[in-house]
């Protein structure tokens, strides 16, 4: 049996006026995704156990079986293993944003991307800024565009600390980090502030009006966590495919294969097509590829109503339907399409809401298909809600008659 899950991550969304009504997923044209929910499996996931917050590492973590609160310890632990940095006991890993704040509006947050800066560029800026401001105690990793690792040695992981992307607009000073240790991090960012005005890769950026980066924000910081392999638990091969360290940093700990697709970039440039050649290629070794899509949630993120509809459909004919077309190749299968959380068009940022999920198999036994297209609207008319979400990726593996017999109502 050969299991795929492709996840459009913050594809799910609420109903919008200027779409009649609809969700941009609902407006979208996505025959693919259509077909997988009409001969296949509809339903809603819920991957966000109640009192965390919606992000994208708790619900990829729950997509891929694993329970949050039994397991998550912060983002910054999770794209640390994506970047081979190995975590003492003692070390705090935050996820480390480059972003732009628009001082002469009294530092608000710009834009979380610092105008979605190169890797190249950024790396130059954070291995400049890990010479100028790092130490025996801090030191900064470069990531990919304006996503990097900042490690805190002997710190503190009971801070308050705020998403970036989730105060776009809004003055920074009331989310900046709050509690014990939280002094050092103000420090640095400010030190970082005064390095990065002078710096050359932002005096060539503003000279050819692209935005800056003008400060570092530190955010979900944790010690390293303890997870099971699923490929030992489930007794499979398995990979990973997407374009950013938290994806390949959970794939780490779960003992997934990290596959790498030249231009993927985690926005809406991405190389779509070779996500789907590169998961059809992966399915002749392994057993199990999780193929992630950022672009539909960068959309959300920048409020972009008519770029999350094109990264959708973007999605869904590049990647989704090049997957599907060539399942059949393989003999016997499980096919998931699903959203990890809401990026509603109308907040900016995540919400808890359950998402939509299909799932097909070769197996006509194993398929409910009742006709329906993939939406919220239809997934919620389905009766099917899988709560606590974590054990949709368990029914996947081993279960699945479990779902068709509705008797996870």
């Given at each position: 049996?050969?299991?795929?899950?492709?996840?459009?991550?913050?594809?799910?969304?609420?109903?919008?006026?200027?779409?009649?009504?609809?969700?941009?997923?609902?407006?979208?044209?996505?025959?693919?995704?259509?077909?997988?929910?009409?001969?296949?499996?509809?339903?809603?996931?819920?991957?966000?156990?109640?009192?965390?917050?919606?992000?994208?590492?708790?619900?990829?973590?729950?997509?891929?079986?694993?329970?949050?609160?039994t397991c998550y310890s912060g983002r910054g632990p999770l794209e640390a293993a994506s970047?081979?940095?190995?975590?003492?006991?003692?070390?705090?890993?935050?996820?480390?944003?480059?972003?732009?704040?628009?001082?002469?509006?009294?530092?608000?947050?710009?834009?979380?991307?610092?105008?979605?800066?190169?890797s190249q560029e950024a790396s130059e800026i954070m291995n400049d800024l890990n010479t100028?401001?790092?130490?025996?105690?801090?030191?900064?990793?470069?990531?990919?565009?304006?996503?990097?690792?900042?490690?805190?040695?002997?710190?503190?992981?009971?801070?308050?600390?705020?998403?970036?992307?989730?105060?776009?607009?809004?003055?920074?000073?009331?989310?900046?980090?709050?509690?014990?240790?939280?002094?050092?991090?103000?420090?640095?960012m400010r030190r970082s502030q005064d390095f990065l005005l002078s710096h050359p890769i932002?005096?060539?950026?503003?000279?050819?009006?692209?935005?800056?980066?003008?400060?570092?924000?530190?955010?979900?910081?944790?010690?390293?966590?303890?997870?099971?392999?699923?490929?030992?638990?489930?007794?499979?091969?398995?990979?990973?495919?997407?374009?950013?360290?938290?994806?390949?940093?959970?794939?780490?700990?779960?003992?997934?294969?990290?596959?790498?697709?030249?231009?993927?970039?985690?926005?809406?440039?991405?190389?779509?097509?070779?996500?789907?050649?590169?998961?059809?290629?992966?399915?002749?070794?392994?057993?199990?590829?999780?193929?992630?899509?950022?672009?539909?949630?960068?959309?959300?993120?920048?409020?972009?109503?008519?770029?999350?509809?094109?990264?959708?459909?973007?999605?869904?004919?590049?990647?989704?339907?090049?997957?599907?077309?060539?399942?059949?190749?393989?003999?016997?299968?499980?096919?998931?399409?699903?959203?990890?959380?809401?990026?509603?068009?109308?907040?900016?940022?995540?919400?808890?809401?359950?998402?939509?999920?299909?799932?097909?198999?070769?197996?006509?036994?194993?398929?409910?298909?009742?006709?329906?297209?993939?939406?919220?609207?239809?997934?919620?008319?389905?009766?099917?809600?899988?709560?606590?979400?974590?054990?949709?990726?368990?029914?996947?593996?081993?279960?699945?008659?479990?779902?068709?017999?509705?008797?996870?109502?």
């Amino acid at each position: 049996m050969k299991y795929v899950i492709i996840l459009g991550d913050g594809m799910a969304d609420y109903p919008i006026d200027e779409l009649g009504g609809m969700t941009p997923l609902e407006y979208a044209r996505t025959p693919n995704m259509d077909e997988i929910a009409a001969r296949g499996t509809l339903g809603l996931v819920d991957t966000i156990p109640e009192g965390m917050a919606p992000a994208s590492d708790v619900a990829n973590m729950s997509i891929l079986g694993y329970d949050p609160r039994t397991c998550y310890s912060g983002r910054g632990p999770l794209e640390a293993a994506s970047m081979g940095v190995e975590l003492a006991p003692q070390d705090v890993a935050f996820r480390c944003n480059l972003v732009t704040l628009e001082e002469n509006h009294g530092n608000r947050m710009a834009d979380y991307t610092a105008g979605q800066i190169s890797s190249q560029e950024a790396s130059e800026i954070m291995n400049d800024l890990n010479t100028s401001l790092g130490d025996s105690e801090v030191k900064f990793y470069p990531g990919v565009s304006f996503r990097h690792l900042l490690v805190w040695t002997k710190g503190r992981d009971d801070l308050t600390t705020t998403p970036p992307h989730d105060i776009t607009g809004k003055l920074v000073r009331e989310y900046l980090p709050q509690g014990e240790g939280a002094e050092m991090l103000n420090a640095l960012m400010r030190r970082s502030q005064d390095f990065l005005l002078s710096h050359p890769i932002n005096k060539a950026r503003l000279s050819q009006g692209m935005r800056p980066a003008t400060t570092i924000w530190p955010w979900g910081q944790g010690r390293k966590p303890t997870m099971k392999r699923i490929t030992d638990e489930y007794h499979l091969t398995g990979g990973m495919i997407s374009a950013v360290d938290l994806l390949h940093g959970i794939a780490r700990y779960a003992g997934l294969d990290s596959l790498h697709v030249q231009g993927a970039t985690g926005y809406t440039d991405t190389n779509y097509s070779g996500k789907g050649k590169k998961t059809i290629e992966a399915l002749k070794e392994r057993d199990l590829v999780f193929v992630h899509v950022e672009a539909p949630d960068a959309m959300g993120h920048e409020g972009n109503l008519a770029g999350k509809i094109r990264a959708i459909e973007d999605f869904d004919n590049l990647v989704v339907g090049q997957i599907l077309q060539a399942m059949p190749s393989f003999g016997d299968y499980r096919l998931m399409v699903t959203s990890d959380h809401p990026t509603p068009i109308s907040l900016m940022t995540h919400s808890s809401d359950p998402s939509p999920f299909a799932v097909l198999s070769n197996l006509p036994r194993e398929n409910q298909g009742r006709s329906y297209n993939f939406g919220e609207t239809a997934a919620k008319t389905s009766g099917i809600l899988i709560t606590p979400g974590f054990k949709l990726f368990q029914f996947f593996i081993n279960s699945w008659n479990k779902v068709i017999d509705s008797r996870m109502k």
